[in-house]
């Protein structure tokens, strides 16, 4: 599977992205997608993912409320709606599809294909 992020840029604080992550060489159909986070000087972190059967959301305590994970199977397309975007966002995001273990989702080594990152940068 080869991911394709695209979306970021720069933006002020309280204002909103999406990001899209285009899958192709299979579709998303039974894995699991996500969407990580790369902070300057931070290890990446989950943001939000697709759990369960698949059509369960789950989201990092930070983004509660403001991003809202969504996906297009026919498009082949995972989307990460931001908004009230904080300077605490700025990050490379990062889309991961996989078979992650039961309750493994938050960890990086759980998902098996990752895109390349698409920058977000968030001013005060």
């Known amino acids: 599977v080869q991911l394709q992020a695209s979306g970021g840029g720069l933006v002020q604080a309280g204002g909103s992205l999406k990001l899209s992550c285009v899958a192709s060489g299979r579709t998303f159909r039974g894995y699991k997608v996500a969407w990580f986070r790369q902070a300057p000087g931070k290890e990446r972190a989950f943001v939000a993912a697709?759990?369960?059967?698949?059509?369960?959301?789950l989201y990092t305590d930070s983004v509660k409320g403001r991003f809202t994970i969504s996906r297009d199977n026919a498009e082949n397309t995972v989307y990460l709606q931001m908004n009230s975007l904080k300077p605490e966002d700025t990050a490379v995001y990062s889309c991961a599809v996989g078979r992650p273990p039961f309750g493994r989702w938050r960890e990086t080594q759980s998902w098996n294909y990752w895109g390349q990152g698409t920058l977000v940068t968030v001013s005060s």
């Open positions: 697709f759990v369960y059967g698949g059509g369960d959301r």
